[in-house]
């Protein structure tokens, strides 16, 4: 596939849903992609990436920016609490704040520099014991503490189980979203965005469908 691919199956998807077009944002994940990839998409007037490493992220994107001018860079993938003022200074929004240590981490800088980046709280919808999140359970007062820490909540994040089937998963997380006042819905990759557009996303995360595969050193 590519681009033009994917941006049609969005606009397709959200027509099946009867959602306005343009109401879902493309984020590309570039992650672990050859430069000249990244280039290519950019050139295409795409403007939204997610990166999942800061020290990667860092190492392209101030000199992309300056060649391209303004571009949106969301941080989808863990965040180390010793890596988080770095987090807040390249990124625009931060989709993966699962637990109590980073939320206060990102709190102190944001009080510290005037600014944070938009926040979404990763939900563990599958309470997969060796993946990151906060427990469906415990999600409320996890909103409810990050905001009387004056954190900037745009939404939630969830990645389902593999293999499952990812429809409960995206309609579980657009009820908690809802229950808290959350707009924001981070949900549906390469293979299932078209079933997270019917329940709701806001964002989605695309990545080898628009770059192709991914090539680890």
């Given amino acids: 596939m590519g681009l033009p691919d994917i941006t049609a199956a969005i606009a397709a998807a959200e027509s099946a849903a ?27 007037g795409h403007r939204l990436f997610g990166e999942n490493y800061v020290q990667e992220a860092f190492a392209k ?31 625009d929004a931060i989709h993966s704040v699962d637990r109590p240590s980073l939320a206060e981490k990102l709190a102190r800088l944001a009080q510290d520099q005037g600014t944070c980046p938009k926040l979404f709280v990763q939900v563990n919808t599958g309470v997969e014991p060796q993946k990151a999140g906060v427990l469906p359970d415990a999600l ?45 819905l981070s949900m549906g990759m390469s293979s299932d965005f078209a079933t997270a557009i019917a329940h709701g996303a806001t964002h989605v995360r695309v990545g080898s469908a628009i770059f192709g595969d991914r090539i680890y050193a």
């Fill in 18 to 44: 009867g959602r306005a077009a343009g109401s879902t944002q493309l984020i590309a994940v570039s992650k672990v992609q050859p430069l000249d990839r990244v280039v290519s998409v950019l050139n295409a």
């Fill in 61 to 91: 994107w101030p000199d992309l920016r300056a060649q391209f001018g303004p571009v949106s860079v969301h941080m989808i993938g863990p965040l180390q609490t010793n890596k988080a003022k770095q987090a807040m200074a390249l990124f």
């Fill in 140 to 184: 409320d007062s996890f909103v409810a503490t990050a905001r009387a820490m004056d954190l900037p909540l745009e939404g939630l994040m969830c990645i389902p189980p593999e293999g499952a089937d990812p429809a409960p998963h995206f309609a579980m997380l657009r009820a908690m979203a809802a229950r808290n006042g959350l707009s924001g």
